[in-house]
């Protein structure tokens, strides 16, 4: 089996279009999104029906949350409750439902997701470090952990010894003994200074995660920003990949 896992989309749809049409040639079973459809991009509707089409598994993430009325935007910084405030006045009453069902953990007998921490998943706490990574293997009952909201790509191990660890490779093979939470990075605001949307795959038959990127159109995706009034920062950090 081959999965494709996405997070952090963002109401960008030019880098989940891009991400999309990538992934069909891809030889994908199954597609997973590990939250924040919405939030701080133009077209969060869209990015929501898109992302149905092909996905039969969703969490939760913050914006999301907020954007049902789930969390207060008094949890993000100003320039995100201004976008925050947007979106919640252009949602469909049929999306805000959607994203209201959602719920904040997926596990199976591989794999296990979430969009933050599997320690308080409500909480939506940032996993930036090891010593974070470490509460969440301490959660784990599979060996592999698939995780966003951070929109910085990358895989933590930890090996026989319980050592913990960060690996920035872009491809990762599971070996036995080890577990491993992998950061799908975003589609649509990375923030490792790579504009180019993120998002993994993987293959069950080779045991690998691949974490992949795909240019698309940025320029065409900050105008749009732009034109619905919100924050210049906003748009300019999709140039910058911050």
């Not at 805000?96 to 953990?105: A, D, I, P, Q, Y």
């Not at 952990?145 to 913990?164: I, L, S, Y």
């Amino acid at each position: 089996m081959r999965y494709a896992i996405l997070s952090d989309i963002h109401a960008n749809l030019e880098g989940l279009t891009q991400v999309l049409s990538s992934l069909r040639k891809d030889s994908i079973d199954s597609y997973y999104c590990l939250g924040d459809i919405v939030g701080y991009g133009a077209n969060p509707n869209e990015c929501i029906d898109r992302i149905r089409d092909v996905s039969p598994v969703f969490l939760a993430g913050n914006h999301d949350w907020a954007a049902a009325g789930l969390l207060s935007i008094d949890y993000f910084n100003t320039y995100a409750q201004e976008a925050m405030a947007w979106t919640q006045g252009v949602l469909t009453e049929e999306n805000k439902g959607f994203l209201k069902s959602l719920e904040l953990v997926f596990k199976d007998e591989l794999m296990t997701m979430v969009h933050g921490t599997l320690n308080d998943p409500g909480d939506f706490n940032y996993m930036f470090n090891s010593g974070i990574a470490r509460e969440t293997f301490d959660c784990m009952q599979t060996d592999i952990c698939f995780v966003g909201h951070t929109h910085v790509a990358g895989v933590f191990v930890q090996d026989a010894e319980g050592r913990v660890y960060f690996n920035a490779r872009r491809l990762v093979s599971i070996e036995r003994g080890k577990k491993y939470i992998i950061n799908a990075g975003s589609v649509g605001q990375p923030r490792d200074y790579d504009p180019k949307a993120a998002y993994c795959v993987f293959d069950t038959s080779r045991m690998t995660v691949e974490i992949k990127r795909a240019a698309y159109d940025v320029a065409g995706a900050r105008s749009k920003i732009l034109d619905i009034g919100l924050s210049r920062f906003l748009a300019d950090r999709i140039i910058a990949g911050r």
